[in-house]
C-alpha cells in the first residue's frame, strides 16, 4: 500500500496504517505500507518496487490522478491488482475503489453550515466564505465541493461572498488563503465552509486574532483531536466523522479476497459502479456513509474508538464533561 501524505491530513499515520497493518497480520498477509511523503516521483519508485518485488494487489491513495493512473497503467502491464484507497484515479485503470460517499459529505457539510449559521441568529442572507480542499489534484476535494455547492446555492439565506482553494490541501497555504477571501469582502463574514478540520483550524487562527472566534461558525470534516476540541471550545461549529475502520476494513477485505485468487463476492463488501467520465470506464465501489458531528455528539467519535477521551480531553475537563465524555 502506498499512502500519499503526512501533511493533507492526519488520518495517514494514526489510523490508516495501523489499521491495515493489523487486518493484514490478523489475516496472515504479508504488507508493505509507504508514505511518499507528497512526493510523486517517490510515490512512483515505491510503486515500481513493490511491482518487481511481486506483490499481488496493490492499494493506493495517490497524490494526484495523473500520477496515481501511470502507476496503475505499470501495475496493470505486471498483472497486479489495484485498489483506489479513498480517493479515486480519474483516468486511470483499477478495478476497484474503497472510499466514503464523498458528494454526500459535501452535502452534509452545507447542511451543517446552514443549521450552525441559524443557531447563530446570522443575518439573511449570511455572508460566507468557502475554502475548498485540493481540488487541484484530488477528486474527493471536487466531490465534496459540489456537494456543499448543491445545498448551499440551494438556500436563499446564503451568499458566498468568496470561493478560495487551498491548492494540494496544503495546510500552511489555507490561513492567507482566508486571509486573501476575508480582506476581498471587507472583513465582512458570517460563516466559513472549510473542507476539513486542517482548514478550518486555520480559519479559526485568522478570526481569533480579529476577535471573531466563537462569533463565525466554521465547518470541517475528519473527526481528528484538534478538530473536535475546536468544537468543545466553541470555535468551530461542527465537522463530520468518517469511520477510517470501516474505510480500512473494507479495503483490507477486498485485498486479502484479491490476493488469494478468490471471488470478491466472498469479501463481505457489497460492490456497486462507480462511472470515472475520464477514463470513460466503470468501477467496482464500496462507498461507506459519515455523519455530521456537533458539539452535542462528540461523544459518538470518542465511543467508536477513532479518538481517546484522554488525548482530547486535555485542558477540556470541564468542556468534555459537559459533552459527556470521560477522560
Known sequence: MILPDTTSSTRYTEFDTPLLTKAFQAAGIKSDIQNAQNDKTKFASIAQNMIAEGVKVLLIDSIDAP????????????????????????????????????????????????????????????QVIEMDGGVDVDNNAVLFKAGAQKVLKADSGIKVVADSVVKGWLVANAAPAFTQALASNGGKVDGVYAANDDIANAVISVLKSKGLNGKVPVTGQDSGVEGLDNILRGDQ???????????????????????????????????TPFKDPKGNRTLQAFLLPAQIVTKANVKTVVDSGQVKAADLCKGLTSQCKAAGISG
Do not use: H, M, W
Not at 80 to 109: H, P, T
Not at 255 to 264: F, Y
Open 67 to 126: 500520477s496515481g493512473a501511470a502507476v496503475e497503467a505499470q501495475a496493470k502491464t505486471a498483472g497486479v491488482k489495484v485498489i483506489d484507497y479513498d480517493r479515486v484515479n480519474l483516468g486511470g485503470s483499477a478495478d476497484y475503489y474503497v472510499s466514503f460517499d464523498n458528494e454526500k459529505i459535501g452535502e452534509l457539510q452545507g447542511q451543517s453550515l446552514i443549521s450552525c449559521l441559524k443557531a447563530a441568529k446570522a443575518p439573511s442572507p449570511a
Open 237 to 271: 461549529c461542527a465537522t463530520i466523522y468518517k469511520s477510517y475502520a470501516a474505510e480500512a476494513a473494507a479495503a483490507s477485505k477486498l485485498a486479502i479476497a484479491l490476493v488469494k485468487g478468490q471471488d470478491v463476492s466472498s469479501a463481505g463488501v457489497t460492490l
